[in-house]
């Protein structure tokens, strides 16, 4: 996700979404930003990061405003507690659990699936 805290997507697409409205959210598996992705792109798994994190996190202080100003994107490795559980208490029931992967790829493809989507139908909040 591009957005720092993943909590306000899903309590604003609750409160814009009619009842039993169907929210179909996808995401990454946070397992994928734990490993250096340089190493990782050469077949090396390489645990390096830890969740929660973002790209920002990781960068020399003085490489920063550098990254921001080449307006690369700023990713947040968001937990699989907040992608779900925060579904679940924006008032939404997940009805489908769905994953996928880079398409045999990246090496990660021959251990686990990265990519997480969601069906959730909206419940009525009182």
């Known amino acids: 996700m ?3 805290d993943v ?6 697409v ?17 397992l994928l930003w734990i490993f250096d ?3 990782e792109q050469k077949g090396i798994l390489d645990v ?8 920002l996190d990781y960068l020399p202080e003085d490489e920063v405003q550098d990254y921001i100003d080449s307006n690369q ?13 925060g579904q679940i208490e924006a ?9 996928d992967d880079f398409g045999g790829t990246r090496i990660l493809d021959k251990h686990i699936k ?6 959730a139908i909206k419940l009525k909040m009182d």
Request: aromatic content about 12%.
């Open 91 to 99: 008032g939404f029931a997940i009805t489908g659990f769905y994953e």
């Open 114 to 119: 990265t990519f997480i989507a969601t069906k």
């Open 2 to 4: 591009f957005v720092k």
């Open 14 to 30: 609750s409160r814009v979404l009619k009842n039993k409205g169907i929210l179909i959210a996808g995401f990454t598996n946070p």
């Open 48 to 55: 390096k990061h830890s969740i929660p994190s973002s790209t």
């Open 37 to 39: 992705d340089n190493q």
């Open 7 to 12: 909590h306000l997507v899903w309590d604003e």
């Open 73 to 85: 994107t700023i990713e947040y490795a968001h937990t699989l507690e907040d992608q779900i559980q």
